[in-house]
């Protein structure tokens, strides 16, 4: 038994998640199958909301999606897309997201405004990822302190460092970040025992990734990895909003745009459709305004036109990733889809025109990517040995050189981990400092990609120019994430090198959030409960003061009373805050009025007669 497999076996299980734009997942292996960890109501599916409707007690998944339009001002959706990324990233997509953002510049961050409060993205995250963290522990029975967390293949260190992050401040050691395309595809070539050359094209809510994979023996092997991380199913829903925002300011002279809560509607009815028309010859857009209501039918051809320019941007970084691998579309023995779009069959139809070959959907594309994930976590555990995962680095790394160049270290689909290093002298006397700008991307000018770090190179020993030697290491690790060491070659002493990471958060900074974050774990889940018992008691309250009047006339004068008497006790345990008493109330509130039900059915039964 290895080492690895007797600590995680301590630390408990080890589960796999898939951190989406749109919603999360987290899947275990058991006995060699991977499985999606469901909630008690069955549901797989953690939507990636947050809802800040009380600042102190902010509601995750399920209950927060539905104040996403209810009280789209405090509920924060899509978050993934703001990870890792500046403010002058996120200018192309300001004006399509209903909540505002805002720049800390002290830090470096976006933060999104909501209300009082402003959360950067990663802690929006994070409170996620603790959603993740609890579903896994109430379905497996045990605490759950370990993870794999699967990114966009495309995403680069910034963002890679800011899920980690995210993880840490969820209180998950993340063992391993995945790409979520070789996730994707150990689950389906675990599945099969596929051989050969596979393509998996990934369309998500938010972002696009193709990776082109070697299968041989058990060994998954990345030749290429390319994407858009501004490119997804939520673009072809902006899509249809455009159209129906359009239609909608000149026929009735309504500007979408400025009110956040018809914003927040729109975007939903969009993807409705959408939606509906992956199933669906026809689908209606409709959206109350007021008193009024827009209504447009779409068509399955009518959206395909409008969307197919959209995803015509993925051929792009197909072709590129073919070409990065060396091979012709004919070599692939498949294509395989992943994500929620990929049931439309008009991005079937993209597929298959870029590859020329029928794609391959999977049954379930929303949890292949979490089992994947569970399969990597099952690796790290020590079990799985016949497998084996070899990914490459997405965005080449290098650093800043004379007349603002980029000098490449390492190159794009480099496979990781992966060392590079780079040897410093001074050019000035007695210089005991240099400094490092340490960047990502293709481009020749550094302005054009992404700068990951600055920092200083000190304690360089006081020398004539150009006698220091001082050796830089960079490392990617296979999280595709970059650590940095430097050695003084001349006295052979280490030398520590912080490095924060532009749009990153500090050690220090994480450290405090972490406190903050751990303090309020038992207050949010007491407010959880809460919010559970009220969305109980809720609807009964709302029901029986619908029937009020009927109930008077349909029940005897003591009965209506007694209904009274547990309606008002009720609405008075809602006011409060004990849990136990508002789940009383509305057991008691159910009890009394189930007589009324009855009459009521039979009553609208006769008046359907
Ligand atoms: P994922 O990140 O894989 O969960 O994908 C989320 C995206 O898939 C969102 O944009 C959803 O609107 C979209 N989606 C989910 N189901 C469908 C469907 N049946 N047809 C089209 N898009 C879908």
Redesign the pocket.
């Known amino acids: 038994m290895s080492v690895q497999f007797e600590s995680s076996q301590k630390k408990g299980p080890i589960v796999g998640i ?1 951190l ?4 999360s997942l987290v899947a275990i292996v058991e006995n060699g199958v991977p499985r999606v960890l469901r909630s008690k109501e069955g549901q797989s ?1 953690i939507p990636s909301v947050v809802s800040f409707a009380d600042q102190n007690h902010p509601l995750v998944g399920s209950e927060a999606k539905r104040n996403k339009v209810k009280d789209a001002q405090h509920t924060v959706f899509s978050a993934k897309r703001l990870l890792g990324r500046g403010f002058e990233d996120l200018k192309p997509i300001l004006s399509s997201l209903p909540y505002a953002l805002i720049e800390d510049s002290a830090a470096g961050l976006v933060k999104v405004q909501v209300g009082e409060g402003s959360y950067s993205a990663v802690e929006i995250s994070a409170l996620i990822l603790r959603e993740v963290k609890k579903r896994a522990e109430e379905a497996l029975n045990c605490p759950v302190a370990q993870a794999v967390i699967t990114v966009p293949a495309y995403f680069n260190d910034a963002q890679r460092q800011a899920t980690r992050t995210a993880g840490r401040l969820a209180g998950l050691d993340v063992l391993r970040i995945v790409n979520e395309p070789t996730a994707a595809s150990l689950a389906y070539g675990l599945d099969k025992k596929r051989q050969g050359l596979i393509a998996v094209y ?6 696009f990734d193709v990776s082109i994979l070697k299968l041989q023996d058990g060994i998954f092997e990345v030749l290429a990895t390319q994407g858009d991380t501004q490119l ?3 673009d ?2 902006q899509a249809l909003a455009s159209v129906a925002a359009v239609e909608i300011s000149k026929v009735f002279g309504i500007d979408i745009y400025s009110d956040v809560q018809l914003h927040a509607s729109l975007l939903e009815a969009a ?1 409705s459709v ?2 509906a ?3 669906q010859a026809e689908a209606v857009l409709q959206l109350k305004l007021g008193d009024q209501v827009y209504s447009r039918a779409w068509t399955q051809s009518e959206f395909e036109a409008l969307v197919r320019p959209i995803l015509d941007r993925t051929e792009e970084p197909c072709l590129r990733a073919l070409q990065d691998a060396g091979l012709k579309p004919s070599e692939l023995s498949d294509v395989v889809l ?7 069959k008009i ?1 079937q139809d993209t597929a298959r025109k870029i590859f020329g070959k029928e794609p391959n959907a999977s049954v379930h ?2 949890e292949v ?1 979490a089992e994947g994930a569970a399969i990597q976590a099952d690796i790290l555990a020590g079990n799985n040995r016949d497998l084996l995962l070899l990914d490459v680095v997405p965005l080449s790394l290098g650093l800043e050189t004379y007349g603002g160049l980029m000098s490449t270290l390492i190159h794009r689909n480099t496979r990781i981990p992966t060392v590079a290093r780079e040897v410093y002298t001074t050019f000035v006397e007695n210089q005991t400092a240099v400094d490092i700008h340490v960047l990502q991307g293709e481009r020749e000018r550094i302005e054009e990609n992404r700068s990951l770090a600055r920092f200083k190179l000190g304690g360089i020993q006081p020398a004539p120019a150009g006698i220091p030697r001082v050796e830089v290491t960079f490392l990617i690790d296979a999280d595709g994430i970059l650590q940095v060491a430097a050695k003084d070659l001349r006295t052979g002493q280490e030398q520590s090198v912080e490095v924060r990471p532009t749009h990153g958060l500090t050690d220090s900074e994480v450290e405090k959030m972490l406190i903050n974050s751990l303090e309020n774990v038992e207050a949010d889940e007491a407010y959880k409960k809460l919010v559970e018992a009220r969305n109980k008691g809720e609807p009964v309250v709302r029901a029986v003061e619908k029937s009020w009047e009927q109930a008077q006339a349909l029940l005897p004068p003591e009965e209506c009373q007694e209904v009274q008497n547990k309606l008002e006790a009720l609405r008075t345990a809602l006011k409060g805050e004990a849990v136990a008493a508002i789940y009383d109330a509305t057991s008691d509130l159910n009890r009394v009025t189930v007589r009324l039900a009855e009459l009521l059915i039979q009553d609208s039964l006769k008046e359907m007669r």
Request: hydrophobic residues 25%; aromatic residues 0%.
């Open positions: 898939d989406g734009t749109t919603n599916l990934d369309l998500g809510g938010g972002t997804g199913g939520d072809l829903d993807e959408k939606i028309l992956s199933t992943v994500g929620g779009p990929s049931r439309l991005v594309p929303d990517v």
